[in-house]
């Protein structure tokens, strides 16, 4: 796909079939290793791929009740969430880590977009699961790593439509 076009028909998904092939996934892996990583330090980075209906039961639960609203799916009943985790550090550099993960899962987001997937970034599930230690021992991260978001992905019914450049929606100056 033209690079151009991926970005005007890029949209978040929250609506999802429940299938999701292994091929694609991996697909979605690839890309992910293809990220840019502050200093090259790629060990400080880490993904969880989360297919057990279960932890992503306890996930949505999880985020439900920490949101105090049980009522919807902040999982969008997809069939695969993917964790960024990474070292936070020092608190001085500690905007690499944070942007080291949100371009990964981006990354992620919008190879799923170039297989006619269905993607949305999950930041506030995640949030949720810093406050749980039980749930964060399930993910069986290395020792001082912590998720710091995730893109959940799966095939939908959802269409792509190309949208227009929105025009002045984020503000800028030059100087
Ligand atoms: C840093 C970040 C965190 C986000 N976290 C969530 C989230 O937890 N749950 C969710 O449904 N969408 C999340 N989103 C998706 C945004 O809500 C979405 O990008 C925005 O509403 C614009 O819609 P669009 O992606 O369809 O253009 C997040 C996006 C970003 C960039």
Redo the contacts with the bound molecule.
């Keep these: 796909m033209e690079t151009k076009q991926l970005f005007k028909l890029?949209?978040?998904v929250?609506d999802y079939t429940g299938h999701l092939s292994e091929e694609a996934l991996q697909s979605v892996l690839d890309i992910a290793q293809l990220s840019p990583v502050g200093r090259s330090d790629y060990d400080s980075m880490h993904l969880t791929v989360i297919r057990n209906k279960s932890l992503l039961a306890d996930i949505e639960k999880n985020a439900g009740e920490f949101f105090d609203d049980t009522s919807r799916q902040i999982l969008y009943g997809a069939p695969c969430l993917i964790l960024v985790s990474t070292i936070l550090g020092d608190v001085k550099t500690i905007n690499v880590p944070y942007s080291n993960a949100?371009i990964m899962a981006n990354n992620m987001a919008l190879a799923a977009i170039d297989l006619n997937l269905g993607s949305?970034?999950?930041?506030?599930?995640v949030m949720a699961m810093i406050y749980n230690e039980d749930l964060l021992k399930k993910l069986d991260l290395p020792q001082g790593f912590l998720p710091c978001?995730g893109v959940v992905i799966g095939e939908t019914d959802e269409h792509f439509k190309e949208k227009s450049i929105p025009l002045n929606q984020i503000a800028v100056e030059y100087i």
């Design positions: 890029r949209k978040s929250r949100a949305c970034l999950i930041w506030g599930a978001c």
